[in-house]
């Protein structure tokens, strides 16, 4: 008996054929990182609850459309973008309302909850989206033409939002007397 | 900065290895841009930092029975079965005719084709009934479950998010309390320093 890995692209092909069960291994393999991508965009935790049972209601409801299921990640991440944006844009007057108050604190020297909440301060202040740039390359790893697909824009766009967040970042989190070159 | 080399890509690991140690070379030759990558390296730390939280609710999905064919209906959809139990009906229509007609002087021609068309119509109108009504009726049932159950999982939702709310609000409290703690304590130590006056 030969033991291997089941791969998602094992469950994608059970799940298209009507397993449930399969879907709900995948699902149970991505909703943490769908969760705190949508919780860090929408920044309310019911809210991102509430859509990423919807993103994966969706994905299973269009799984017969994946071309090609090595695309998996970047095609649940942009069903996802697409949820968070319908919210962001429903709710944008009330977001721009409740913006967090602006902080000057500098990372060096912090205690990890400090840490915490100065880089939540941080990606707050960024724009809704510079801070999904800062996201899917930072949190998730995903490369700049798998971010343009997931952000249906060209790479130029997404390497200047990515850069411009960065820069404000740096501002916040690595000052200039508090940076690491001594 | 003057220099034409792309930290940022090289910090978020976007540069293939041949371009990686082109701007390794050079960070090594400028000050600026070294310190520029150590800024960019303590943001993405700073970054990082931050952990992923559990998702308080897990997602899954079930299959409901409701929705799936019972065997009335899968046995209306297949296509044999349906045509022998078609041909029973109209052989078991053609005898009640031949037995019940009254007996007239000239024996009228019916059309087989017809009996047929007027029997699959009575018994799919028959069967699609039945069908609605026990789907209705499986429906009705399977909402009234699901709402209920929706209705509880809520409750103990709610009650589990106040407690949360709670115990943040209290460890709010505590660090607010914490660091006004710490403000006296500077202030009152500045304040003693600003009154002995330099010391000679």
Known sequence: MIFREVEDRDLIAKARRGHVDAYNVLVSRWEKRIFNYLLRLVRQREDALDLSQDVFLKAYQNLKKLDDPAKFPAWLFRIAHNEAYSLLRKNRPEAELTAEPRMAEASAGLFPIEMTLAVRGALGRLSDDQREAVLLKVYQGFKFEEMAEILACPVSTVKSRLYTALDLLKQTLAPVNAGGAE | ?200
């Open chain 2, 1 to 200: 900065m003057s220099c034409s080399i792309d930290l940022k890509a090289y910090a978020v690991d976007e540069l293939p290895k041949n371009e990686r140690g082109v701007v390794e070379d050079h960070v090594r030759g400028c000050q600026s841009c070294r310190e520029e990558l150590d800024r960019l390296n303590l943001t993405r730390s700073a970054l990082a930092s931050l952990e992923d939280e559990e998702i308080p609710r897990r997602i899954a999905f079930v299959s409901d029975r409701v929705f799936e064919p019972r065997w009335w209906r899968t046995m209306w959809r297949s296509g044999p079965a349906m045509g022998f139990a078609s041909a029973a009906l109209l052989a078991a229509a053609i005898l009640a005719h031949g037995f019940a007609r009254p007996v007239g002087p000239a024996a009228q021609f019916v059309d087989p084709a017809q009996i047929e068309q007027r029997v699959e119509a009575q018994v799919s109108a028959r069967v699609e009934a039945q069908v609605s009504a026990r789907m209705d009726a499986a429906v009705a049932k399977a909402v009234n479950e699901a709402q209920a159950k929706q209705a509880a999982e809520f409750a103990k939702v709610l009650n589990a998010t106040e407690n949360r709310l709670e115990v943040q609000r209290r460890s709010d409290l505590a660090t607010v309390q914490q660091a006004a703690d710490y403000y006296r304590k500077q202030m009152a130590q500045f304040l003693v320093a600003s009154n002995e006056g330099p010391v000679r």
